[in-house]
């Protein structure tokens, strides 16, 4: 007779499979944006992870205080040794990539990563650049039980984050893609009101009355497309044609 008392197993699963949409591009690095995990729903491996269960891990301490340091590393695959030592020691001649942040979006987990400067990192780095498919997955520690509504269904308990693993199959087959936009720029920074000012100033003078209602509002999404400067809030867009250098040269030293 199986036991009915929970057990620790060691994790290799769920994720994202998406092209990143690249942030920033340069000779050594790449910084873009993906999908790490997908809550509550069954992957492949016939388990679930509710959704708080995993916002709940990423807040912990250890995890915290590697995002503020940006030394929350990712390794290329997951290690190839089941003990719990390897599992959750980073092997720095594997590291590919910085995870920088870990959002929610409903059920949705999703943030911006970084290729590592050296170890694997030149080769995630090359895989983004010839137009590959990345994907992650989670590694770390967990219980399991059985779903109440469905004995044949594993339900994630207690789970202990360490990082998200670069691999090539990841446990869930839905996962969401979060598409590249080549010709535009994503910023995550928020820009902050004195540089909207600053910026509808130099390319607006004299019109920025027209603009008082939508600073009101707080700024979702900014990106720069197409020569123009755009920003979104709950309701609104706001398109601004970038015509003077000074302002892009602003921009750019912003971000």
């Not at 944006?33 to 807040?59: C, E, F, M």
């Not at 360490?162 to 990841?170: A, I, M, R």
């Not at 920003?231 to 867009?237: A, D, R």
Request: net charge negative; glycine share 4%; proline share 4%.
């Amino acid at each position: 007779m199986p036991s009915s008392q929970a057990e620790i197993f060691l994790i290799n699963t769920s994720a994202s499979q998406a092209k990143p949409s690249i942030i920033r591009q340069t000779d050594k690095e790449i910084e873009f944006r993906t999908i790490w995990q997908h809550g509550n729903v069954l992957n492949r491996n016939n388990k679930i992870y509710p959704s708080d269960i995993i916002w709940n891990a990423a807040q912990q301490t250890p995890i915290q205080e590697q995002l503020k340091r940006r030394c929350w590393y990712g390794e290329a695959n997951h290690p190839m040794s089941p003990s719990i030592e390897r599992q959750l020691y980073t092997d720095m001649k594997n590291v590919s990539h910085i995870i920088l942040t870990f959002e929610r979006e409903g059920d949705i987990f999703k943030g911006n990563a970084l290729t590592f400067g050296s170890a694997m990192g030149p080769s995630m780095y090359a895989a983004i650049d010839q137009g590959g498919i990345i994907s992650f997955s989670l590694r770390g520690l967990h219980k399991l039980v059985r779903d109440p509504n469905d004995q044949r269904r594993m339900l994630v308990k207690d789970l202990r984050i360490f990082c998200y693993d670069w691999v090539t199959f990841p446990s869930h087959e839905d996962a969401h893609m979060i598409p590249a936009n080549e010709s535009a720029k994503i910023f995550e920074k928020k820009l902050p009101k004195e540089l909207i000012n600053t910026v509808m100033a130099s390319e607006n003078a004299g019109v920025l009355e027209q603009y008082e209602d939508f600073l009101d509002e707080e700024i979702k999404d900014s990106s720069v497309e197409d020569n123009s400067l755009i920003l979104k809030s709950n309701h609104n867009t706001l398109n601004i044609k970038l015509k003077n250098k000074i302002t892009t040269d602003i921009l750019n030293e912003f971000f």
